[in-house]
């Protein structure tokens, strides 16, 4: 049995002795090396480039900028939701950072000499930063005019509106919104933000391409997405896929900044132009411009009757998706779509707005905009139960979304482990014994505890489609041919473990081939914790017909039905009749008539799918799976300070089934410490468009020293019937919570309620001296020596 | 204008030329294809870059190649030997101490001089060493134990010795 064991990870000796293959680590013979020259205006139009003395450096092969690109018959722009984004900068600039020209030199240094070298001419236009103001009719107009990629299916009912900065409007329309609120005996407004956040894996975002003898373009890249890349610079390019080829070995990281194409369109033009191997590495200030996490604003209006039952709840969401739409509208719409959050709500309506503006671009980040909208609608639950007097947790369980209850989009939910994560909130943080104990805190002590939880729910990407092909060879091994990309999460070795179980070999004899176009099938993306599911799914399946094949041929030879064959110990026999047995390796030297041959599974997995209405987001079928996520925590703020620390971090997912408890384990330890960073100090900040400390020495993320002090991972296994082995997926799933439950701490111990991430020092200060005025000015001169006595 | 130097590497004595602003760390991955060590932040501030010199750990991204010249230098791919892994990549690998790996070389060479310098770390201060070594995928947790199962497993070698 492969399944269900912590088995180590398949690559475990290489990362100990620094001895993977990563893209960074490649070169070939004649490669040339890339630096790029980036726009230093948020919004203008290019009047000139003079790149005559760049080129004149020794060792400098080429300038490459818009111009040369328009000589070149080539499509110029990309995109997974709309082709906005252009290899290069053609006419016009849209961020601090949009690449302008490529130095193509004989080496890093010389390429990075030549950058200075290039004079650019901007004429300046008016730019928008703020979310807000760029919905506005009057605000300056980024892109004039949109394109539809129309790549994905759950893409392609997106109409994007030209001539404003909206460029996706989702629309969700569940029972009677004005009705809900007359019904309501309470309605509480609230508006919460959340910064842009960066998600620097350690590998930074890195191409090779070149022409080989055939010329065909061969690339290879850090990216999530091979399939995508492949079909998006066949598109550039105007050749057929077959002849680009992408592959990817491990990546230094993901989190979703290697997602869809990145630098890989621009690097495969330079290679064609130079007609030699092109290596572009960006540098990690690089990394922090290219991609960025949504920030949004959310504005939330809930209507609650007096016996705790939410019945209506208004949603609307600004998606500050930066110059270029990449995945925004994505997110907008399938994470839109959960914004009510994960409770049984008669009435809802949600309107979430993907919005261009001037700042870095923005996309999937870990969460894909999850963790933003958990945040909101968790700190209002427990702003309204605090309001109402009562206890949020069971204000919680008293109508969350369980099996058989109607999600806002109009589907019925299955497998949804949230009663149980309520569950165990309650046990892991004591709560009905911590609720009902009086709280004294020590005035002499400024470090005052506090504890709080939230949960929330995700819908897995679909549709989507995952294909495999698995082989078996003659002599009892298999590989896995999958484009599912490994980037840390540990693909390759449950993968394995799902066709090793099937085909009943010990978990060593089986090997995932990594992603490579010219062999691995189509799939989606490396994303959306949608792997296990969906390429898990096609692996089992393609596994299976490996063995219906193997079936086919041992019943004949033993004159049984296929029924009564098991597959077991590398090998088959009839159940009941111990002596009929065959090794596999022998079924395969009895179906060749020699110990040679290989045996080819193959399957392709497709969900269903049933596009959501247009006017307002109802469909049964949107969502093929659900992810249920929680988090409970205890804090210690410091009331000098306005530092917190947490003391117990508690994080919840429900998985389905767990393939390899550890590597789920991992996962969700490893989604909500990345959380942690984006609750307490992540935070990309620009003046006028720049990002101002877009490098690791300014933007900080959690180190050793901003662990909890204790830390517990809790799988949750509600099985889902159509996952393999009951398996749905986990890469985010304890992302969800982590602010809202910090906030919601906070609130807990010192009662003020911040509504803006992340919760820094400075604002946790501001936030007690704020609370300290109200108060003061409420109780005016009576208690002005104890309000003192508490600073 | 290029130097030569003489130093050893992973306990070979070699040569190279080095240009006055080249970096250990170009040196380590251009010219002796060492690739174990890797540039993240270029800021000396990740760790992901950490070489052993003279037995100090040093950020190879930072670090000038021109100054090693009689220098003993250490990198991951010196740490396994014929017997097998080193006690600390025993101790990652047993713990699983990593998810991507990029991190991983800097950090088993950063363990090794906190477990030389102090064989029993406590929590406390395997945090304190440790801080300047970033694993975004945050798999802090195992190399922590990690960090703990190699003292062990030294403090074994050396009874044995």
């Known amino acids: 049995m492969a399944l269900g064991k912590s088995i180590r990870r398949v690559e475990a000796k290489a990362k100990v002795t620094g001895k993977v293959d990563y893209v960074m680590n490649m070169t070939m013979p004649e490669m040339l090396h890339v630096k790029l020259l980036r726009s230093t205006i948020p919004h203008g139009k290019i009047k000139n480039i003079d790149k005559r003395a760049a080129e004149e450096i020794e060792g400098v092969i080429k300038v490459v900028t818009g111009e040369d690109l328009q000589k070149l018959d080539i499509n110029y722009y990309y995109g997974p939701a709309f082709r906005d984004q252009p290899v290069i900068a053609i006419d016009k600039v849209r961020y601090v950072g949009d690449p302008v020209a490529a130095v193509i030199a004989e080496s890093v240094e010389i390429a990075a000499k030549a950058v200075n070298y290039i004079e650019v001419e901007y004429e300046e236009f008016e730019p928008v930063f703020q979310v807000l103001d760029a919905m506005k009719e009057d605000a300056p107009i980024v892109h004039d005019t949109i394109r539809p990629a129309g790549s994905f299916a759950d893409l392609k009912s997106l109409l994007p509106k030209s001539g404003s900065n909206i460029c996706l409007h989702y629309k969700l329309r569940h029972g009677d919104i004005e009705k809900g609120f007359e019904e309501a005996d309470h309605i509480f407004e609230d508006t919460f933000t959340t910064p842009a956040a960066v998600h620097l894996p350690m590998e930074q975002h890195v191409a090779l391409a070149y022409l080989d003898a055939e010329e065909r373009m061969n690339i290879w890249t850090a990216n999530q997405s091979p399939s995508f890349v492949r079909s998006e610079v066949s598109h550039v390019l105007k050749l057929p896929e077959s002849k680009v080829r992408v592959r990817v070995p491990y990546l230094g990281g993901g989190f979703g900044t290697k997602l869809y194409v990145k630098i890989e369109a621009l690097t495969a033009v330079l290679a064609l132009i130079v007609k030699k191997p092109v290596k572009l590495a960006l540098t990690m200030d690089e990394v922090f411009i290219t991609l960025t996490k949504h920030a949004t604003v959310f504005t939330l209006k809930t209507g609650v009757t007096n016996d705790g039952k939410i019945v209506a709840r208004k949603c609307t969401v600004a998606w500050d998706t930066g110059a270029y739409a990449d995945i925004g509208p994505r997110i907008t719409q399938k994470s839109g779509f959960t914004a009510a959050g994960p409770y049984d709500i008669p009435h809802v309506q949600i309107d979430s707005y993907c919005v261009y503006t001037n700042n870095a671009p923005a996309g999937a980040f870990r969460g894909f905009g999850i963790p933003q909208l958990v945040w909101a609608y968790e700190s209002q639950m427990d702003i309204i139960a605090d309001k109402m007097g009562w206890d949020p947790l069971e204000f919680r369980k008293s109508q969350v979304l369980i099996e058989g209850k109607e999600h806002a989009t109009g589907q019925i939910m299955n497998s949804i482990g949230f009663g149980e994560i309520l569950e165990k909130i309650d046990d892991r943080l004591d709560w009905k014994t911590y609720r009902s104990t009086a709280k004294q805190p020590d005035q002499q002590n400024p470090r005052i505890r506090g504890r709080g939880m939230a949960i929330g729910l995700k819908a897995v990407l679909t549709p989507s489609i995952s294909g495999a092909v698995v082989t078996l060879f003659a002599d009892g091994s298999a590989s896995v041919y999958s484009s599912t990309v490994d980037m840390g999460q540990g693909s390759d070795t449950i993968l394995g473990q799902i066709a090793a179980e099937v085909l009943g070999l010990p978990s060593d004899k089986v090997r995932v081939v990594h992603p490579d176009t010219d062999v691995t099938p189509y799939d989606t993306i490396t994303a959306a914790s949608r792997s296990t599911f969906y390429m898990g799914n096609a692996i089992q399946k393609a596994a299976e017909d490996v063995k219906r094949q193997l079936f086919e041929f041992v019943s004949e030879y033993y004159e049984v039905s296929s029924e009564e064959l098991e597959l077991k110990d590398e090998a088959i026999f009839v159940r009941n009749e111990p002596d009929k047995k065959l090794a596999i390796t022998e079924v395969i030297k009895k179906i060749f008539k020699m110990p040679a041959g290989s045996i080819i599974g193959r399957y392709v997995f497709e969900s269903h799918y049933q596009s959501p209405d247009p006017e307002t987001g109802q469909s049964d079928d949107v969502a093929i799976f659900w992810f249920a996520g929680g988090t409970a925590v205890e804090i210690e703020v410091d009331r000098e300070t306005g530092k917190i620390d947490i003391l117990n971090m508690v994080s919840l997912g429900d998985v389905g089934k767990a393939i390899n408890p550890f590597q789920v384990h991992q996962q969700l330890y490893g989604a909500a410490i990345m959380q942690i960073g984006q609750a307490l100090f992540e935070e990309c900040k620009y003046d006028h468009g720049q990002m101002i400390n877009a490098s690791m020495a300014d933007y900080k993320v959690p180190t050793f020293k901003d662990l909890p002090a204790r830390s517990e991972t809790i799988i949750v296994e509600d099985p889902h019937p159509e996952g393999p082995f009951g398996a749905k997926g986990v890469g985010e799933t304890a992302s969800f919570g982590v602010q809202p439950a910090i906030a919601n701490a906070l609130h807990d111990a010192l009662g003020v309620r911040i509504k803006d991430m992340p919760l820094t020092p400075e604002r946790v200060l501001a936030a007690i001296k704020e609370a300290e005025e109200s108060s003061n000015s409420r109780q005016k001169v009576s208690v002005t020596n104890e309000a003192k006595g508490e600073r | ?161």
């Open chain 2, 1 to 161: 204008m290029k130097r030569q130097i003489q130093f050893t590497l992973n306990g070979k004595p070699v040569t190279a030329d080095v240009a006055p602003h080249e970096t250990l760390l170009d040196l380590l991955r251009d010219t002796f294809q060492l690739t174990g060590a890797k540039e993240t932040c270029g800021l000396g501030l990740c760790g992901v870059c950490t070489v052993l010199v003279s037995g100090k750990p040093v950020s190879g991204c930072l670090h000038f190649a021109s100054s090693i010249d009689g220098e003993e230098i250490v990198t991951i791919e010196g740490l396994e030997t014929e017997e097998g892994l080193h006690p600390i990549q025993e101790a990652f690998y047993e713990q699983k101490a990593f998810q991507c790996g990029y991190c991983t070389p800097g950090m088993i060479l950063m363990a090794k001089k906190l477990l030389e310098e102090n064989p029993n770390p406590t929590e406390d201060e395997i945090k304190d060493y440790m801080v300047g070594n970033i694993c975004r995928c945050a798999s802090y947790a195992q190399i922590f134990a990690a960090i703990q199962e190699a003292a062990s497993l030294l403090k074994q070698e050396k009874v044995k010795l």
